[in-house]
């Protein structure tokens, strides 16, 4: 019986343990966003130290109803903050989520973005921001990363 017992707890330790290796959540800084808030930024998987992102799942809850809304992606370099290209900008597609978004209704988007290479390389901020129909910031937020020569942004969590 003991044996079984220890061997639950071992298990059960094994599991957490790899939860945690599994998806890590980013430290991150609010910026203006007065129609939502930003919850959590989290890197799925993230097996390692520092963990790259691909692909990054974002959490928010809007403080109104979101019909339609833009996703607009920065990098603050040496002269301001450099807007990104995106593959798809419209929060409504191909994002997992269902609009309209529904005010006071945590929602989660999860994304995968190359960094572009004219982002110079180095240790980084990164600014995304969600813009509602009406030109109102939904959610804003700005994380630490290091970019990479091959595109690749990382998160180091030490």
């Not at 220890?6 to 945690?20: F, R």
């Not at 603050?76 to 989520?97: A, Q, S």
């Not at 129909?133 to 998160?155: D, E, F, P, S």
């Given at each position: 019986?003991?044996?079984?017992?220890?061997?639950?707890?071992?298990?059960?330790?094994?599991?957490?343990?790899?939860?945690?290796?599994?998806?890590?959540?980013v430290p991150f800084t609010k910026c203006a966003?007065?129609?939502?808030?930003?919850?959590?930024?989290?890197?799925?998987?993230?097996?390692?130290?520092?963990?790259?992102?691909?692909?990054?799942?974002?959490?928010?809850?809007?403080?109104?109803?979101?019909?339609?809304?833009?996703?607009?992606?920065?990098?603050?370099?040496?002269?301001?903050?450099?807007k990104l290209p995106l593959k798809n900008p419209n929060i409504c597609e191909g994002h997992r989520?269902?609009?309209?978004?529904?005010?006071?209704?945590?929602?989660?988007?999860?994304?995968?973005?190359?960094?572009?290479?004219?982002?110079?390389?180095?240790?980084?901020?990164?600014?995304?921001?969600?813009?509602?129909?009406?030109?109102?910031?939904?959610?804003?937020?700005?994380?630490?990363?290091?970019?990479?020569?091959?595109?690749?942004?990382?998160?180091?969590?030490?």
């Amino acid at each position: 019986m003991a044996k079984l017992v220890s061997s639950i707890i071992v298990a059960y330790l094994l599991i957490i343990s790899s939860e945690e290796t599994l998806s890590r959540e980013v430290p991150f800084t609010k910026c203006a966003s007065p129609f939502g808030q930003l919850n959590s930024v989290d890197v799925t998987p993230c097996n390692g130290n520092p963990c790259i992102f691909k692909p990054v799942a974002v959490s928010f809850t809007p403080n109104e109803v979101v019909s339609n809304g833009k996703i607009s992606l920065y990098a603050k370099t040496f002269f301001g903050w450099m807007k990104l290209p995106l593959k798809n900008p419209n929060i409504c597609e191909g994002h997992r989520v269902k609009c309209p978004l529904q005010e006071g209704v945590p929602v989660e988007v999860s994304a995968a973005q190359q960094v572009p290479q004219v982002v110079p390389l180095g240790t980084r901020q990164l600014k995304a921001k969600l813009v509602d129909q009406n030109g109102g910031t939904v959610v804003c937020g700005i994380i630490t990363v290091k970019i990479t020569r091959n595109g690749n942004a990382y998160a180091d969590f030490e």
